[in-house]
């Protein structure tokens, strides 16, 4: 099946800071979305882009699907920000495998004040 | 408008007693998937499934689980006799098929087998 890695697996900042979280898959994908699981558990929707670049406030993506990664910016990070990031990709092969997410291992972020 | 609604949030059972997960998905979505989280692990694949249909089932152990999604009420993941291993965080997705598989999650039920 297809594999998915993330890194850096951790990374510390200091409040105010910019990251770049990367995922690399292994072939190509229908979809690729990233999450956030905050302290609490929940995993909350960030991105859903399976090729190109978006924005969202102080958070952008870009899938090079050709080049099969995918980076996330955080910039001006804020304590808010920490937790587990996920990257989770979906291969083409449809039918059976319709919808299903392979999750790479995560980038745990933790943003001191 | 609701998001994926799961229940219980937090669920405690002695070892040999059965457990059960309930999600239901957002209003409209069709396609619903469950993951297992292991402690200090990503999420796992278990199992898909559309209305009154398992599509796929391989990530789901062979023994003690199952699942279903019934055409009325909401999709139930049951894991008999369980076991510590069981332990873990179990996440329900929902996506509205009709060309999307973005995928929604809820928020997770904590089961934790003593």
């Known amino acids: ?113 | 408008n609701a998001g994926v609604m799961q229940n219980p949030r937090h669920l405690v059972r002695r070892r040999g007693q059965e457990a059960r997960l309930r999600c239901s998905p957002v209003k409209g979505h069709s396609h619903v998937y469950w993951y297992r989280q292991l402690p200090e692990e990503g999420l796992k694949f278990m199992v898909y499934l559309q209305k009154e249909n398992i599509i796929d089932e391989s990530g789901m152990p062979k023994e003690r689980f199952s699942a279903e999604f019934p055409k009325e009420g909401p999709s139930i993941l049951r894991i008999q006799q369980v076991v510590r291993g069981d332990s873990a965080a179990y996440f329900c997705a929902s996506s509205p098929g009709a060309g999307s598989t973005e995928a929604f999650f809820g928020q997770g039920t904590r089961l934790t087998v003593v």
Request: charged fraction near 10%; aromatic fraction near 10%; include cysteine.
């Open chain 1, 1 to 113: 099946g297809i594999q998915v890695e993330q890194s850096p697996p951790d990374l510390i900042l200091q409040e105010g800071a910019n990251s770049t979280l990367r995922c690399n898959f292994s072939d190509s994908v229908n979809n690729l979305q990233w999450f956030h699981q905050n302290p609490w558990g929940q995993l909350i929707n960030l991105f859903y882009i399976p090729s190109g670049t978006k924005q969202n406030g102080r958070l952008s993506a870009t899938t090079v699907a050709t080049e099969r990664y995918s980076l996330l910016y955080i910039s001006s990070s804020q304590t808010t920000d920490s937790g587990v990031y996920f990257c989770a990709v979906e291969s083409p092969a449809g039918g059976t495998s319709y919808g299903k997410l392979t999750f790479g291992q995560g980038t745990i972020l933790t943003v001191h004040p």
